[in-house]
């Protein structure tokens, strides 16, 4: 790592010759590949981005040119040449951000690791330095093909566009895949233009045969330049970009530093709008990653960085276990489609697309598309299967109200990855969900504690056909079963007091939500050694209230509800409001997730610094009852 320990910032690249700028990509790919390989990441898409962010580097000034990345998870490269090259601790608590962090680095402007995002952030932040007079400073937004799938990526162009002198270089990172191979109609355009690059060729040839020809070359030329845009539509199509007043220089060879270099230089001197379509490999130069079909690792976990293959085997997750589920649902319903946001793999969806690949769909990163689209098939007698992961659900809410709630349309959303994910930070933390959730009229949310429990609730979701239901659940390994012991309403008892019976009171009732059961179950335990008796109960369905919660609640001293998710509007409050409604005027103390952006770091850390483990909610739970005296003497 000769080179790369001698970078501490962005203008140390500027005296490297040719062949050094060569070598440093190279040492640049094998500490990815190191280093990543030790703590889990996004490797395949940095090591597409290596010769690209070498060359914007040197041809914009960070950070006074501003420079951003969508979605941000290729911006580890940016990371090494901006003087963080320290990454034995990725993505864990202390270490750095798997994504671009405004506290790490004057170097990162934005942080939303939600895709599609980053051409709207361009298009104000170009016209605020526009308005403060400062107009020699570009703005550069690194999007990929897979994020311009997204609409509000098109928004933010028709806009940027409008400003035909707005500073803005739009570099497209062209690898044909978001996760998995890129679909739709723009990858099918920029399919078209990535494998037609001889517009450049042609009026490069043209322009030495004829400048070449006596008289009447120079004129020809001219007229034949003049006419490029024509002669442009008729090699390339690109003339899509130029009808929207989008200057196209394309495409490039993004592992090209010359081409690279001298695209970014002529756009940064262009003065308005430029589109850079670069053309890279995800996964480049790492074997594994290259012969990888499924994502070219986009994400791994920790892996032997000779074979790329997993150091662990994990158990069985919760998408796997909803995966097998839909295969056999489908087997027995033809009415069952299903729906992606361009994540097929990492929702479990694959199996069933190899099993029915005529009643799949991805729509490409385009969450409220996909509610709507799922609203017209349920139109037209079919029972779609909309799975993403709940962060990404906070996007489509306008259409689950006012399209499928609104419509009384039976389809179906299952949430991969809710409640507290950790190593990604914030705008991954699945824990809005059942907040946002619980405005929607007539919508029915189902959380389910263990695996049985996923498959059971999903086909208890798939049989209503007149509102939309919610399944949800967490990430990662599923844990063992957790038996119920009794019922009451729809509701599963999983602990009661020792030989106490359904009807029998207790000083506590527990109301466990979804994976919190174990962390219940724990508490359950503790309490009762110090004398304090509980009943456990799992609501499965937390959407509505079940009818026979207040009821039980009444027999009952204090009641506790525990949730994967945000405290304010979720299922806590939505219990109190049951109570209230029914005058049971029995104390409640609801445990879930602070409102705040949680920084990045394990599940267990996560989830031990906010109290959401069985020791710190048994002692709260003790000291509650010993301030009101509610234990039986």
């Known amino acids: 790592m000769a080179l790369l320990t001698r970078i501490r910032g962005p203008r140390d690249l500027d005296r490297l010759t040719p062949a050094q700028l060569s070598a440093l990509a190279e040492e640049i790919r094998g500490f990815l590949v190191e280093e990543v390989s030790k703590t889990g990441g996004h490797l395949g898409p940095n090591l597409g981005v290596v010769e690209l962010t070498l060359a914007m580097h040197r041809v914009f000034d960070s950070p006074r040119d501003r420079i951003l990345f969508d979605t941000g998870h290729q911006s580890y490269v940016h990371k090494l040449l901006t003087g963080r090259q320290d990454f034995s601790r990725l993505k864990m608590k202390g270490g750095l951000s798997g994504y671009p962090s405004r506290a790490e680095s004057e170097h990162d402007v934005i942080e939303n690791s939600h895709a599609s995002t980053v051409l709207g952030y361009a298009d104000g932040l170009a016209k605020a330095n526009k308005i403060q007079g400062h107009h020699d400073r570009p703005v550069v937004a690194v999007i990929g093909d897979g994020a311009l799938t997204g609409g509000m990526a098109w928004e933010a162009l028709n806009n940027i566009a409008d400003s035909r002198d707005l500073p803005v270089v739009i570099v497209v990172n062209d690898n044909e895949r978001s996760y998995s191979p890129t679909i739709g109609g723009l990858a099918n355009h920029l399919s078209t233009l990535r494998t037609t690059q001889g517009y450049e060729r042609f009026l490069s040839w043209g322009k030495d045969a004829l400048q070449r020809t006596p008289v009447v070359g120079q004129a020809m030329f001219d007229t034949l330049h003049g006419a490029k845009k024509g002669l442009k539509d008729f090699i390339a199509p690109q003339g899509m970009f130029e009808d929207l007043g989008l200057k196209y220089i394309g495409p490039i060879d993004g592992h090209d530093l010359q081409a690279l270099e001298s695209a970014f230089t002529k756009a940064r001197g262009f003065g308005g709008p430029v589109i850079v379509h670069c053309i890279t490999e995800k996964g480049r130069g790492y074997h594994a990653a290259e012969n990888n079909d499924e994502d070219r690792f986009h994400a791994v976990g920790v892996i032997h960085p000779d074979t790329g293959l997993p150091v662990k085997t994990a158990g069985k997750d919760w998408t796997s276990v909803f995966g097998e589920e839909m295969v056999a649902l489908g087997r027995e319903r033809r009415d069952i489609v299903a729906i992606t946001a361009a994540m097929l793999h990492p929702v479990g969806l694959a199996p069933f697309a190899k099993a029915y690949p005529e009643r799949i769909f991805d729509v490409g990163i385009a969450e409220q598309h996909a509610a709507v689209c799922a609203a017209g098939l349920a139109t037209n007698g079919l029972h779609p299967v909309v799975a993403v992961y709940a962060t990404f659900l906070n996007r489509a809410f306008d259409q689950v109200l006012m399209d499928v709630a609104l419509h009384r349309l039976g389809v179906t959303f299952v949430l991969d990855r809710a409640g507290v994910t950790g190593t990604d930070g914030a705008s991954h933390n699945g824990m ?59 509701m599963d008892v999983l602990h009661r007091p020792a030989g106490g019976s359904a009807d029998e009171a207790a000083d506590v009732l527990i109301v466990s939500i979804g994976a919190m059961a174990p962390l219940c179950l724990e508490a359950a335990a503790l309490l009762a050694e110090r004398g304090i008796t509980s009943t456990v109960v799992d609501p499965r369905w937390v959407k509505p209230v079940d009818a026979a919660l207040p009821g039980l609640a009444a027999q009952h001293r204090l009641v506790v509800t525990v949730e994967d998710n945000g405290r304010a509007g979720g299922v806590g409050s939505a219990v109190a409001q049951a109570l209230r409604d029914a005058d049971v005027d029995v104390p409640l103390r609801d445990f879930g997730i602070p409102q705040e952006f949680l920084d990045h770091a394990s599940r267990a850390e996560i989830m031990a610094e906010i109290g959401l483990t069985g020791p710190a909610v048994a002692a709260k739970i003790e000291a509650l009852v010993s301030a009101r005296s509610f234990a039986r003497s």
Do not use: F, H, N
């Not at 029915?444 to 498959?455: F, G």
């Not at 007149?466 to 079963?481: E, H, I, L, M, N």
């Open 432 to 490: 809005w969900d059942m907040s946002i959730l619980q405005v929607v009229p007539g919508l029915r949310l189902a959380a389910p504690r263990d695996a049985e429990q996923v498959r059971l609730q999903l086909r208890e979701a798939v049989e209503v056909d007149d509102a939309p239901t919610v399944v949800r659940y967490s990430k990662g390994s599923v844990g063992p079963a957790v038996p119920a012991v009794g019922q009451v309403g729809g």
